[in-house]
């Protein structure tokens, strides 16, 4: 058992508190890793903000990198000192959907996530009385967390901090939504609705899949100039131009594929009107529960399609060393993906910007 402070949200809709919390030792199959650097994405905002009902109070974060300090009895692939980034998605190996070799979609995760509960059911987190519960297994808003073992992949110690901190989420999403969800060709079309993060990361996987035309859309055009450093051959602000206009005078009949990495049912529509016939939308964004999406049933007969997409389709563990390997060799570049750097204390001003869509990641320092 030990202190450490951390971001704890007890209320959607309210600022997180930063206060030192109680963490448990790990147990079986899990670890204790002080945190390096977390960045704040989209999902951990939608929480903030009611839009993803968790169990609270939690202690939000999923997405970052950190050195392991201490592991429980039954960890055999990880040891103290390793450097390690985490998973949102800690896959069990043994349920159905991982049998299948859809490991981002493990059930066992699910019930953990949907808990806000680690392996045996219980929080390693509390204040008081009161416990705290644990965001998709991760809960890195803070200097200490505790982990599954499953939750955790080794990385070399050279990989720069801001590189390590993206991996676990932003860039495995925006990797995997092109090469594992949709499987991009060379020359086909792709059009990506929001150049956030994730965004920016597909708009990257889409260029090495030789792609093209890549058409980013956003309503920033400081976004959209960052995008074609990243790989995009056209921008569209569709605050200022018709996207579909736009569009089609760029790929004739539409695209082939449709990225939308926002999670709003209104892009999501739009999304579908981009695409040619026989076209795909894929929808990467995480859209508010509750909201709904609305489409002309006709255009089914034009073999228009639309799928849905989580953590990329990513096999965690076979995909970070693969990114890796090609960030090591400068063939794939994630410096511009961060935009700002703060102390836990800065959680909330991470947040706004996020809101507002200004600047790309924001990363957490501990
Ligand atoms: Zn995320
Ligand atoms: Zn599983």
Redesign the pocket.
Known sequence: MMRTKAAVLYEAGQVAVIEEIVLDTPHRGEMLVRMEAAGVCHSDLHVRDGHLPEPLPMVLGHEGTGVVVEVGPGVTDLQPGDRVVLTLVP?????????RGE?H?????GVMAAGGVLGDGTSRMRIGTQTLHHFNSVSCFSEYIVVPQEGAAKIPDDVPLEIAALLGCAVVTGVGAVERTAGVRPAESVAVIGCGGVGLNIIQAASLSGAYPIIAIDVRTDKIELAKTFGASHGINSRDQDAYAAIHEIAGYGVDWAFEALGNPRTIEQAWGLIRAGGTVVVVGLSPKGSRVSLPAFDFISEKNIRGCFYGSSRFHADVPQILKRIQAGRMRIDGLVSHSVPLEGLETAFERLRSGDGARTIIHF
């Open positions: 896959a069990c190996g043994h349920c159905y959907f991982c049998r490991p979609l493990c059930a066992t995760s």
